[in-house]
Nanobody, 125 residues
Framework: VQLQASGGGLVQPGGYLRLSCTAS????????IGWFRQAPGKEREWVQC????????YYADSVKGRFTVSRDNAKNTVYLQMNSLKPEDTAVYYC???????????????????WGQGTLVTVSS
């Protein structure tokens, strides 16, 4: 299984970006994609999880109402639409995959079996 994250960049506060995460190697849709982020000098933080089988979504309170996730099962791709970006959203964003749907431990990085390489999001004027 491999994950490829893309879409990061520099954006002004209040702006938007869309991240993508494409998975390869899964033989069915019975897996979940989670997003985490890690800001400089801080611990990795869970952002969001989506179950590829039924589209169930879960968000951290810090991004709820601003970030929206969607999926394209035909492309094995998840999109994280990030709106109303704030400087505190600056971080390296990682997508990760877990077998099965989003579980009770979706906020824990150890729950995920596979990780993408990360994409940098910088929110600054």
């Amino acid at each position: 299984v491999q994950l490829q994250a893309s879409g990061g960049g520099l954006v002004q506060p209040g702006g938007y970006l869309r991240l993508s995460c494409t998975a390869s190697g899964f033989s069915s849709d019975d897996y979940a994609i989670g997003w985490f982020r890690q800001a400089p000098g801080k611990e990795r933080e869970w952002v969001q999880c989506i179950s590829m089988s039924d589209g169930s979504t879960y968000y951290a309170d810090s991004v709820k109402g601003r970030f929206t996730v969607s999926r394209d099962n035909a492309k094995n791709t998840v999109y994280l639409q990030m709106n109303s970006l704030k400087p505190e959203d600056t971080a390296v964003y990682y997508c990760a995959a877990d077998w099965g749907p989003c579980s009770d431990d979706i906020r824990e990085d150890w729950e995920y079996d596979y990780w993408g390489q990360g994409t940098l999001v910088t929110v600054s004027s």
